[in-house]
T-cell receptor, first 115, second 114 residues
Framework: GDSVTQTEGQVALSEEDFLTIHCNYS??????LFWYVQYPGEGPQFLFR?????EKGSSRGFEATYDKGTTSFHLRKASVQESDSAVYYC??????????????FGAGTQLIVIP | EAAVTQSPRNKVTVTGGNVTLSCRQT?????MYWYRQDTGHGLRLIHY???????QIGDVPDGYKATRTTQEDFFLLLELASPSQTSLYFC?????????????FGPGTRLTVL
């Protein structure tokens, strides 16, 4: 079935470091891919999405490029700030039959930015 | 902007207890969802609905019932709560059933089953 894998459970960086959080997916066709962010004490919130090969999604300095060849949608940011500390979720949009309308979330990656 | 509210925000019950979690969205979204969030598992879908009276089963439905009474209201029922259901529960809504729809989440309900 459709699934998403985030390999890092936690990432610790210093301010101004470069961030990469890895996301790989398993699905046939062209599912939409999403990044969500969850700040402490809040519900997850949509960051951005991409829906076709080579499309770049971006928001708030974060970006990711849909790569069907490597089945990846890695999150990157050039210079992180302490305020970026949060949990980041990669998700895949269900697009077939009974999977319509639902998202498959990865396990999440906690980002800790040390000032 | 979508508004999703949940009540209660915190709930403590005992094993075997009966619990109802409530969710309301005020943006006329068709789809509503219930998730549980646990360390190491991320967000797992319990049940979802695409309209009043409709119910779809998610990935971890055992021990949970749900009911969508109106377009705005979606309830999660735990009729015989167990300690394994101690978790943070999120409700979400979206305005489309397709591949691309963004989901809007509520603030969460923390449930503890003693």
């Amino acid at each position: 079935g459709d699934s998403v894998t985030q390999t890092e459970g936690q990432v610790a960086l210093s301010e101004e470091d470069f961030l990469t959080i890895h996301c790989n997916y398993s699905a046939s066709g062209y599912p939409a891919l999403f990044w969500y962010v969850q700040y402490p004490g809040e519900g997850p919130q949509f960051l951005f999405r991409a829906s076709r090969d080579k499309e770049k999604g971006s928001s708030r300095g974060f970006e990711a490029t849909y790569d069907k060849g490597t089945t990846s949608f890695h999150l990157r940011k050039a210079s992180v700030q302490e305020s970026d500390s949060a949990v980041y979720y990669c998700a895949l949009g269900g697009f077939r039959g009974s999977a319509l309308g639902r998202l498959h979330f990865g396990a999440g990656t906690q980002l800790i930015v040390i000032p | 902007e979508a508004a999703v509210t949940q009540s209660p925000r915190n709930k403590v019950t005992v094993t075997g207890g009966n619990v109802t979690l409530s969710c309301r969205q005020t943006n006329s979204h068709n789809y509503m969802y219930w998730y549980r969030q646990d360390t190491g598992h991320g967000l797992r879908l319990i049940h979802y609905s695409y309209g009043a009276g409709n119910l779809q089963i998610g990935d971890v439905p055992d021990g949970y019932k749900a009911t969508r009474t109106t377009q705005e209201d979606f309830f999660l029922l735990l009729e015989l709560a167990s300690p394994s259901q101690t978790s943070l529960y999120f409700c979400a809504s979206s305005d489309g059933g397709g591949n691309y729809a963004e989901q809007f989440f509520g603030p969460g309900t923390r449930l503890t089953v003693l």
